[in-house]
């Protein structure tokens, strides 16, 4: 059975920075595209960023050169390190893992950016 765990969200005032935690279990995440996604009320869910198994990184670009996506294969862990962050960024984010045919999801953390 798969199961994706994440951690590290919470409240945050604008330009504060926190590192989101996803723990992988029943599935190896170095031989899946891992993702983080984000999803805000009344809104569609959105990529935020995505490291392939070659290592490969993309990201949105509303969250280039803030946000880094990081993966430790020994740990079976994937994280999300986000800098310089914005009201707009408040979502739930949610840890993916993608492998031919199938696509799990995490139950998703909550990130509130407010003064």
């Known amino acids: 059975q798969v199961q994706l765990v994440e951690s590290g969200g919470g409240l945050v005032q604008p330009g504060g920075s926190l590192r989101l935690s996803c723990a992988a279990l029943?599935?190896?995440?170095?031989?899946?595209?891992m993702g983080w996604y984000r999803q805000d009320s009344g809104k569609e869910r959105e990529s935020v960023a995505v490291i392939t198994s070659g290592g490969q990184i993309n990201y949105a670009d509303s969250v280039k050169g803030r946000f880094a996506i990081s993966r430790n294969n020994a740990k079976n862990m994937v994280y999300l390190q986000m800098n310089g962050l914005k009201p707009e960024d408040t979502a739930v984010y949610y840890c993916?893992?993608?492998?031919?045919?199938?696509?799990?999801w995490g139950q998703g953390t909550q990130v509130t950016v407010s003064s």
């Open positions: 993916s893992a993608l492998v031919p045919g199938m696509r799990f």
């Open positions: 029943g599935i190896v995440c170095s031989i899946a595209v």
